[in-house]
Every structure is written in structure tokens, then in C-alpha cells.
């Protein structure tokens, strides 16, 4: 257990729905990081938080948002979803200029 | 724009050592590695800062040229548990930590 939770771990859905995953880091971490994993392929930097605020955006699309919450977990809602947007979905967090810490990922599987 | 890895893929025998390299075409900060075993979320292996460097992990150390933008992770006297991808990341500067990583490269040790 890295200390950083992700729920839930498989998600299939149909295209055009919404869903939502969500992260709880490590304990004292305050940045929260996303990264989408698409099959086979390298970590795509989407967004990231710090103590509840956006500090960086990477290429996230319009269809996707996120928040940190005052307890810091944080939620990566996808809407609209299309085939494309089957992949893992990673959560990391860390502190300051020390080593991420990721999640053990969510599979998301659009039908 | 995302660092540069090199070589995409690798095939040693246990035993064997090999070097990873990864490029930016931008001032660093730092340099981050991890490992990512099939259908697992990436584990850190270390960080190399600006202005220092830092080893640590079994047999396995890297190195951080500021002046070229460039790292490279040696793994040395391979065993079969180095099997997986390495990815590298870098941080641009020192406000957000925000990862970029590389593409990866495939790391197979055989016995």
C-alpha cells in the first residue's frame, strides 16, 4: 500500500456518460497530481492541485475537471466520454521537491 | 514538451548493465525516475537535483548534467526484478513540482 487511494479501481461505462474517481494522498501531502495512461503509452500530465487550489493544467480537456477538497482527497470528473478516453488513470501526491507517490491507478473502459 | 528517453527499448541477460538516458530541450530543475511494472502503478527510484545528485536504490544510480539538460540512470549487475518500463521526469523549475515525463523505455532482463 503506497499510502495513496484511488477508487474505484475498474470503471466501465457507455459513451456519453459521466463518472467520477476519486483520490486520497498520502497523509501530509498537499499536492495532488493526475496523469492519464492510455495503452501501453507514457503519463500524460492532466491537472494539478495544491492544498485545494490549481497550480498547473496540462492538456486536460474541456470534458474533464477536478477539485481538491479541504480534507484534500480529490475527484476527477469525466463527462461526455468517449471511446478515446479509455485508459488508467493515475493519482499521485508528494511533498514539495520530493518523489511523486501514485495511486494504484483506475481503469476506466468506455463502451 | 516532454524529455526525451533513449533508448525506447532494452534486452539484457541478469548480470548485464545498461544505461538510460533522458534529454530536455529545456533548464531543468530536477530529474525524477520511476519504475513501472506491467498493469502497476510507477514506483519512484530517485530524484536528482539541480546543483547536486543523488544515488540510492540497490544497484541502481543516475546522473544529472545541468549544463546539457541530461540524465541517465545506470542499472547495473541487472536482475530479473529491473524488468519493467523506466520512465524519467522533469521539473522545469521549483514552483509546483509539475512532472513531465519521457516516453519510457522498456527494460527486459532475462536469465
Known amino acids: 500500500d503506497s499510502g495513496v487511494t484511488q477508487t474505484p479501481k475498474h470503471l466501465i461505462t457507455a459513451t456519453g456518460q459521466r463518472v467520477t474517481l476519486r483520490c486520497s494522498p498520502r497523509s501530509g501531502d498537499l499536492s495532488v497530481y493526475w496523469y492519464q495512461q492510455s495503452l501501453d503509452q507514457g503519463l500524460q500530465f492532466l491537472i494539478q492541485?495544491?492544498?485545494?487550489?490549481?497550480?498547473a493544467k496540462g492538456n486536460i480537456l474541456e470534458r474533464f475537471s477536478a477539485q481538491q477538497f479541504p480534507d484534500l482527497h480529490s475527484e476527477l470528473n469525466l463527462s461526455s466520454l468517449e471511446l478515446g478516453d479509455s485508459a488508467l488513470y493515475f493519482c499521485a501526491s508528494s511533498v514539495s521537491s520530493y518523489g511523486y507517490t501514485f495511486g494504484s491507478g483506475t481503469r476506466l473502459t468506455v463502451v | 514538451q516532454q524529455p526525451v528517453q533513449s533508448p525506447q527499448a532494452v534486452i539484457l541477460r541478469e548480470g548485464e548493465d545498461a544505461v538510460i538516458n533522458c534529454s530536455s530541450s529545456k533548464a531543468l530543475y530536477s530529474v525524477h525516475w520511476y519504475r513501472q511494472k506491467h498493469g502497476e502503478a510507477p514506483v519512484f527510484l530517485m530524484i536528482?537535483?539541480?546543483?547536486?545528485e543523488q544515488k540510492g536504490h540497490e544497484k541502481i544510480s543516475a546522473s544529472f548534467n545541468e549544463k546539457k539538460q541530461q540524465s541517465s540512470l545506470y542499472l547495473t549487475a541487472s536482475q530479473l526484478s529491473y524488468s519493467g518500463t523506466y520512465f524519467c521526469g522533469t521539473v522545469n523549475n521549483n514552483a509546483g513540482n509539475m512532472l513531465t515525463f519521457g516516453g519510457g523505455t522498456r527494460l527486459m532482463v532475462k536469465p
Open positions: 536528482l537535483l539541480k546543483g547536486g
Open positions: 492541485y495544491y492544498n485545494g487550489e490549481e497550480r
